[in-house]
């Protein structure tokens, strides 16, 4: 229904004449809907809501060139409209929105090598520290046995044990 008022409306604004107010081509749209559909237009508010969106403007932009003949031989000139609600020298030109298969794509292919990635870096972080972490527990281990009190300990232990000790710090100096 909106889009049929609009196509009404475009042909009450090409048939505007000079000194014609925004009411007049409003009641002329208005009249050439019931003609055509056979009914009056109710939806008003919705197409006051919808006639500033792109998807309308682009149309109004794009046809915003009238043709007219300038001689007998069929010879034609473009003329601009100077009535066009787009502003050519705008700091923000109007661009289309992104389409929905593009944004979809986009956030298809932008977001899947950087999520693998981030997850590469989370596991190699985790798996070092917990190295760092198995080598600082070996480390307090050998230091423990180390330490033991020998006092308490017969001859034959002793000597067992300060083997241990000559060998944890041989492997201690190897790495």
Not at 73 to 86: L, R, V
Not at 119 to 135: D, F, G, I, P, V
Request: net charge neutral; hydrophobic share 30%; charged share 30%.
């Amino acid at each position: 229904m909106v889009q049929k008022f609009v196509g009404c409306y475009k042909q009450a604004v090409n048939g505007k004449k000079s000194g014609t107010l925004e009411n007049d081509i409003m009641a002329s749209a208005h009249a050439f809907f019931a003609q055509d559909q056979g009914t009056t237009f109710n939806l008003e508010y919705a197409w006051r809501l919808l006639k500033d969106e792109p998807k309308w403007m682009g149309e109004s932009i794009g046809s915003s060139s009238k043709i007219t003949k300038t001689s007998a031989s069929g010879a034609s000139s473009e003329n601009p409209d100077t009535h066009s609600s787009y502003e050519f020298n705008s700091s923000s030109p109007m661009e289309r929105p992104m389409g929905q298969k593009a944004a979809k794509g986009k956030g298809k292919t932008n977001n899947i090598p950087t999520a693998t990635e981030d997850a590469k870096n989370k596991r190699t972080t985790a798996m070092e520290r917990l190295a760092q972490y198995k080598e600082d527990e070996i480390e307090v281990k050998v230091m423990q046995i180390m330490m033991k009190d020998t006092s308490t300990m017969s001859d034959s232990q002793r000597d067992i044990h300060e083997k241990y000790c000559n060998k944890m710090e041989k492997n201690m100096e190897c790495s």
